[in-house]
C-alpha cells in the first residue's frame, strides 16, 4: 500500500505546523544538502576527482 495524495497532502501539513512557514525553506535547503551529500558518497572514491593545487611560479 503505497502514500495517496491525502496522506502526502497531511504530512505536508503536519510538516507546515511544526515548523511554521518562516524555518522551512531553510529546512527543505537542509534536507536538500544531505540527499546530494549522500548521492556524492554513494558514487564512490573513484569518481571523486582532487582538488588541484596551484603553484606559483617563482620569476627571478
Known amino acids: 500500500m503505497g502514500l495517496s ?3 502526502m497532502l497531511l504530512i505536508l501539513i503536519v510538516v507546515f505546523v511544526i ?5 522551512l ?9 544531505g540527499i546530494r551529500s549522500l ?9 571523486v576527482t582532487p ?4 603553484q606559483k611560479d617563482k620569476a627571478s
Open 5 to 7: 495524495f491525502w496522506h
Open 39 to 47: 548521492k556524492d558518497g554513494l558514487k564512490g572514491e573513484d569518481e
Open 19 to 23: 515548523f511554521g512557514a518562516g524555518k
Open 51 to 54: 582538488p588541484k593545487i596551484e
Open 25 to 33: 525553506p531553510k529546512v527543505m535547503g537542509d534536507v536538500g544538502k
